[in-house]
Nanobody, 117 residues
Framework: QVQLDESGGGLVQAGGSLRLSCAPSGRKISGLDMGWFRQARGTERDAVASITWSDITYYADSAKGRFTISRDDARKTVYLQMNGLKPEDTGVYYC???????????WGQGTQVTVFS
């Protein structure tokens, strides 16, 4: 079974930047749709950004202009560059992939992002 390994979370002051990384174990990401989701405490998990196998990107309104999703198929890694971070960006960020279906069926364990003012 494919596992998604996330890294790059941490504690950052408002206005700062973080870059999250996601790499699936045991397979390439080429041909896969990949995405990032955020779950703040007491809320549902919401989509932040996604990128299709053909590099079509989607961003939540809250992420537009500040976050950039990208993929490096050679390194088998998907990135989420987050700039201009705000306290409301705080949450657990999950990487997801559409591997066996057209749904987000494979998830990472999550990485915590905390933005303080």
């Amino acid at each position: 079974q494919v596992q998604l390994d996330e890294s790059g979370g941490g504690l950052v002051q408002a206005g700062g930047s973080l870059r999250l990384s996601c790499a699936p174990s045991g397979r390439k990401i080429s041909g896969l749709d990949m995405g990032w989701f955020r779950q703040a405490r007491g809320t549902e998990r919401d989509a932040v950004a996604s990128i299709t196998w053909s590099d079509i990107t989607y961003y939540a309104d809250s992420a537009k202009g500040r976050f950039t999703i990208s993929r490096d198929d050679a390194r088998k890694t998907v990135y989420l560059q987050m700039n201009g971070l705000k306290p409301e960006d705080t949450g657990v960020y999950y990487c997801a992939a559409k591997i066996a279906s057209n749904e987000w069926d494979t998830w990472g364990q999550g990485t915590q992002v905390t933005v303080f003012s």
